[in-house]
């Protein structure tokens, strides 16, 4: 699947299920919960927090999924083309640290 077609997939699972987007607003806090509780699972599985029982089943992938999801919508309700938007900024990012962390004794 293309950014393109989750784009628009989850565009249509909106009109046909959500009935409509949450305003902008109370998707960035949505987004915000969603990272918060990604952020959780990956302290207990990669840094030196414990799982705690409701922890427990949680699964990494739907977590980040989740994040994506919410993320989609407000590039659909912005009206911003996340195909564009992420060639553009890869070309960015490609141009300022070409030579950066190659560069950078940290990473050798």
């Known amino acids: 699947m293309t950014i393109h077609e989750a784009q628009d997939q989850v565009d ?4 046909t299920y959500g009935v409509r987007y ?3 607003l109370t998707n960035m806090t949505i987004l915000t919960e969603e990272v918060g509780e990604l952020a959780r699972i990956m302290a ?4 030196d927090q414990s799982f705690k ?4 089943g949680k699964d990494l992938g739907d977590e ?3 994040v994506l ?3 989609i919508c407000l590039a659909n309700q912005t009206g ?6 992420f060639e553009k900024n890869l070309a960015k990012k490609t141009e300022r640290d070409k030579d950066r962390h190659k560069q950078n004794e940290k990473l050798q």
């Open 12 to 15: 249509q699972w909106i009109k």
């Open 22 to 24: 949450f305003s902008e």
């Open 44 to 47: 207990r599985t990669y840094g």
């Open 53 to 56: 029982k409701s922890d427990m």
């Open 64 to 66: 980040m999924a989740d």
């Open 69 to 71: 999801w919410v993320l």
């Open 80 to 85: 911003i083309n996340l195909t564009e938007a």
